[in-house]
């Protein structure tokens, strides 16, 4: 099972940016992709973004974020958020799994532990 890890969650405020990192322990791109979801206190977790061959964005996340790989990394990919609301603040998880990008969180076989981002004046 790959290991997964996110980094560079923190405090920011309404309208600035941040930019998460994931590193797994395989190889994306033709064997596994990668994708973040966000959970809420008593939620349950959504997606935001994928990536594999394609990049992929739910609603929520197109036009204010940005998913992106590092091409000489081949295990390592960023989560560019810019104009952060309140409303963002939630913990972010990376996930991996094999094949194609899904938006259903049960599908993704390996999970970071996750780190929080909260949005606040």
């Known amino acids: 099972q790959a290991q997964v890890v996110e980094s560079g969650g923190g405090l920011v405020q309404p309208g600035g940016s941040l930019t998460l990192s994931c590193t797994a322990s395989?190889?994306?791109?033709?064997?596994?992709?990668m994708a973040w979801f966000r959970q809420f206190p008593g939620k349950d977790r959504e997606f935001i973004a994928g990536?594999?061959?394609?990049?992929?964005y739910a609603d929520s996340a197109k036009g204010r974020f940005t998913l992106s790989r590092d091409i000489a990394r081949y295990n390592f990919a960023s989560l560019q958020m810019n104009s952060l609301k309140p409303e963002d603040t939630a913990t972010y998880y990376c996930?991996?799994?094999?094949?194609?990008?899904?938006?259903?969180?049960?599908?993704?076989?390996?999970w970071g532990p996750g780190t929080q981002v909260t949005v606040s004046a």
């Open positions: 990536i594999g061959s394609d990049t992929y």
């Open positions: 996930a991996v799994k094999r094949y194609d990008v899904s938006q259903d969180p049960s599908e993704y076989t390996s």
């Open positions: 395989v190889r994306i791109v033709g064997h596994y992709v």
